[in-house]
């Protein structure tokens, strides 16, 4: 049905807008993947204090509209109706583009994201390396407020942040080797269609033949750093509120200190999108006898989402230096001893990915 | 003007000023703001030359990783300019002439029209070829060791750059994450197993020599 709208609609845009079609057709579809997910950030914070109050035995927000749902567009007016205050030393031209940066590449990712079959705004060939460079750009936004404030707590936050950010990138980008050993290709569609063959699959069980069972530690690395490097609890050091009060947000207020939230969760999202994709089979459905569609895909997002926050409810924070060594001299090694058994598997007779 | 030239215009600007703005920049941390935006610029070239292996790689390795730890460094570092910019006029000759020769050189590439590089075979790409295939292919087959071998070098590198800085010192009291890990509960507590205290019952006239708490 929708593809017949678009076949009515797309000629008679094309032939009133002529050479600006492109153009406008592709702000349509930048718009109906950034609004969604706006409202989906609003909603993940409301989630957030749902979840963990239940977790806790509390409520949660439960005032505003019917079950509290309104809260985070309260929490949303009046983050936007108050001031921002900018610290007397401040840099104030890096002070307004921090927040920017930390809010953007958690959006820009999304244009290789694929939804599902063909819906993907660019399916370009080195879809992986995009995110891998777009989400290590998350981290300025980070750095240059944290130096930007002129505060110290602020900078103690955003060297924390640099050197945290980074180090799981690492291990982030080389649980994906192994993701691209095996499916053979950087395009993110190709790589959730390579999940949909398998011995299981011609069984009806899809689900046993999606990466995350062959490629399990990898799975569980790419999760945790996941984690880290979206600066979520346990990891969360960069804001540690007992420590140094809000990290690199501490100067901030109103929309800025917003962005920020914002940025945080959009992240939060991505990641989870990003686990599904790789290691979750994306939109593909886990049993035979049902339709692959987009639903399994926004299913398996809310499924890693909740355990984001259920992570989050559960366990203490780390200790910094047990941050890093976790990052160097856990996941490394592990990642790179199975990229190794990965490809004397594929070399061997009992390949499953032929 | 073709779209793609417009592109090219608004990418060479910003990367010259941005370039520019690098080597006068007052402040030192802006100064490596200016050269991560001139490598993002640098890489929208790229990307207009299809080179997009290339201009992610550039945008992953040099802006993702390694001007964050520059921009750690610099941060830390607390850079006093008045020291930094004696001696200018001293090294301007050496400086000047360096300078003239790398543009001289990139001249001749640059200018390869006049020079006659036209003549040299061009590469035949087909328009649906993934250069980051054809990439990898020829770095893991043709060009195997060389490869093995530089990446050998960085190694050397890393390690050395570790064993220069990794000094022991005596007078910290860090403890190896490693060691508080492994620490089991009977390390810490020692479980002693003894009665329950509960009170005393109302104190005996008689007997003193009952024992108490039973």
């Known amino acids: 049905m929708m593809d017949a709208v678009l076949a009515m609609i797309l000629p008679a845009a094309q032939a009133l807008l002529g050479p600006l079609f492109p153009l406008v057709w592709a702000l349509v579809k930048i718009v109906l993947i950034i609004a969604p997910l706006m409202l989906c950030v ?313 | 003007m073709e779209f793609k030239a417009v592109i090219f215009y608004v990418f060479a600007t910003v990367l010259i000023g941005a370039a520019l703005r690098v080597i006068t920049a007052r402040n030192p941390v802006h100064a490596v703001l200016f050269l991560v935006l001139a490598f993002f610029n640098a890489a929208g070239i790229w990307m207009l030359l299809q080179a997009e292996f290339l201009a992610i790689a550039l945008v992953m390795v040099y802006v993702g990783a390694v001007m964050v730890l520059f921009l750690f460094v610099v941060m830390m570092l607390d850079v006093n300019l008045e020291r930094l910019r004696q001696g200018f006029w001293s090294y301007l000759p050496l400086g000047g002439m360096l300078g003239l020769l790398m543009a001289g050189e990139m001249a001749l590439v640059l200018g390869g029209s006049y020079f006659g590089v036209e003549n040299f075979p061009g590469q035949d790409v087909a328009a649906e070829a993934s250069n980051t295939k054809d990439l990898a292919r020829l770095l893991f087959t043709k060009y195997a060791w060389p490869f093995e071998i530089a990446s050998v070098i960085l190694l050397v590198g890393i390690i050395g750059a570790v064993m220069l800085t990794l000094r022991k010192r005596g007078d910290t009291k860090a403890v190896n994450p490693l060691d508080q890990i492994k620490v089991k509960r009977n390390d810490r507590v020692r479980m002693v197993s003894m009665h329950s205290e509960s009170d005393a019952p109302a104190a005996p006239q008689t007997d003193l020599t009952a024992p108490k708490g039973e």
């Open chain 1, 42 to 354: 609003a909603y993940l914070t409301f989630w957030e204090r749902k979840v963990i109050g239940w977790m806790q035995v509390r409520i949660g927000p439960n005032r505003v509209g019917p079950w509290g749902l309104l809260q985070p567009i309260a929490d949303g007016i009046k983050l936007f109706l108050k001031e921002i205050i900018f610290p007397t030393v401040a840099d104030k031209p890096l002070f307004v583009i921090a927040p920017i940066l930390a809010l953007a590449p958690a959006l820009a990712a999304w244009a290789v994201v694929p939804f599902s079959q063909g819906w993907v705004l660019a399916d370009i060939d080195a879809g992986v390396l995009y995110l891998v460079a777009i989400t290590s750009m998350g981290v300025y936004g980070i750095i240059i407020a944290g130096w930007a404030s002129n505060s110290k707590y602020a900078f103690l936050g955003s060297m924390r942040a640099a050197a945290q950010m980074v180090s799981y990138e690492v291990s982030m980008g080389l649980a994906l080797i192994t993701v691209l050993m095996v499916s053979g290709s950087l395009n993110l569609t190709t790589i959730v269609n390579g999940q949909a063959k398998g011995l299981f699959a011609d069984f009806g069980v899809g689900f046993l033949s999606w990466n995350w069972l062959p490629l399990l530690p990898m799975f569980g690395v790419y999760l945790i750093s996941g984690i880290a490097e979206t600066n979520r609890a346990p990891f969360d050091v960069v804001e540690g509120e007992s420590e140094i009060v809000a990290g690199h947000m501490v100067e901030y207020s109103g929309m800025a200190f917003a962005l920020f939230f914002l940025g945080e969760y959009a992240g939060m999202i991505l990641v989870s999108t990003m686990t599904s994709i790789f290691f979750l089979g994306g939109w593909l459905s886990p049993v035979g006898f049902l339709p692959d569609g987009f639903y399994w895909l926004a299913i398996k997002i809310a499924t890693v989402l909740f355990l984001f926050l259920w992570i989050r409810a559960t366990f203490p924070r780390f200790r910094y230096d047990q941050i890093m060594r976790l990052g160097w001299k856990v996941f490394v090694p592990i990642t790179l001893a199975w990229i190794l058994v990965i490809g004397v598997w594929m070399m061997s007779p009992l390949t499953i990915w032929k």
